[in-house]
């Protein structure tokens, strides 16, 4: 990364980044197509490994932001958020609520969009209506759920094991914790690689606000710099099957004060309306008004405890944005 942003080379072959990701994630190993989802995961997982190596004590400086963390949290400070799961039963009313993090969104396109790949005006749908869909309260399955509360019955008695009584439940996703750089994967293959051509409408800023968990009829991240976010960069997927095509990034470049469009060794600067007509997989939003790809990929130096630096801001919750 850092010979990436030097500025001293026009083009950056990354043949230790591809012998690495060979060594540390055998499938990926060798020239056929693979899943850039699926790779972003994977290395993701096995930098947050790399930076978990380091021992208790030693920090990190990140130039950009001019403050310090932890190795370990500086990844998750970024990337990972928390989803809230509650599940309501239908007959008492009673809910219970369980909370996991996330470190991406994939979200499903609606049934309308079906697998064609031909794309039609009336196919086409919005992001915000992807998160409401994955925001959505859906029924589970069955009548096969007993309330831990009340066992069942809508009085609040306790009752003998005899008594308890199963029950249907809803469920409904909501985010209760959102990250400072949001990854949003739409799920465009289907379960064969086929691929959904649909063409699905995103904004430059969005408003996460609707999507997240709710208490007294308010958001609960009610502030608005919480839930605010402005699009960083998308990557593309040019062809029609799982198993082939090519894929390229279009990037917001604070820099350049432009767009670019990333397609291998060619960058050429892009306009607006260029990346919103594009057919997106992976989203980048991240929060407030935006960081450029250069400060997430922020120079950073090794600090020991000794260090003046450990007299600076707290390294144990940093957020970057």
Request: proline share 5%; net charge negative; aromatic share 10%.
């Amino acid at each position: 990364m850092r010979v990436m942003w030097s500025g001293k080379w026009s083009v950056v072959t990354p043949h230790t980044v591809l012998d690495a990701v060979w060594r540390l994630v055998p499938l990926f190993h060798g020239y056929t197509q693979q899943d850039a989802q699926e790779f972003l995961c994977e290395i993701l997982q096995q930098l947050q490994v790399e930076m978990e190596r380091y021992p208790p004590g030693h920090l990190i400086f990140v130039t950009s932001y001019n403050t310090i963390a932890i190795p370990r949290e500086v990844l998750p400070a970024l990337f990972r958020g928390t989803l809230c799961s509650q599940v309501t039963y239908i007959t008492c009313l009673h809910s219970s609520s369980v909370e996991e993090p996330f470190w991406d969104l994939s979200l499903q396109l609606p049934e309308r969009c079906g697998f064609s790949r031909h794309v039609t005006s009336d196919s086409s749908c919005t992001l915000e209506e992807l998160l409401q869909l994955f925001t959505a309260s859906e029924e589970l399955e069955g009548n096969i759920y007993t309330c831990v509360q009340c066992g069942g019955s809508s009085s609040d008695a306790m009752q003998s094991s005899s008594d308890v009584q199963l029950q249907g439940a809803r469920k409904k996703l909501s985010i209760s914790d959102s990250p400072d750089v949001l990854r949003l994967h739409l799920k465009r293959f289907s379960w064969n690689g086929q691929k959904i051509n649909t063409h699905i409408t995103f904004p430059v800023s969005l408003d996460l606000s609707p999507f997240c968990k709710r208490e007294g009829g308010v958001s609960f991240r009610s502030a608005p710099e919480d839930t605010s976010y402005q699009l960083s960069s998308i990557i593309i997927h040019h062809g029609n099957g799982f198993n082939c095509g090519h894929y390229t990034s279009m990037c917001w470049n604070s820099e350049a004060d432009s767009w670019v469009h990333c397609n291998d060794a060619k960058v050429t600067r892009c306009a607006q309306d260029e990346v919103l007509d594009s057919q997106a997989y992976i989203l980048f939003y991240v929060r407030g008004h935006g960081v450029s790809s250069s400060m997430v990929t922020s120079n950073v130096t090794m600090v020991t405890p000794t260090d003046p630096l450990e007299s600076g801001p707290s390294a144990k919750r940093v957020r970057f944005a």
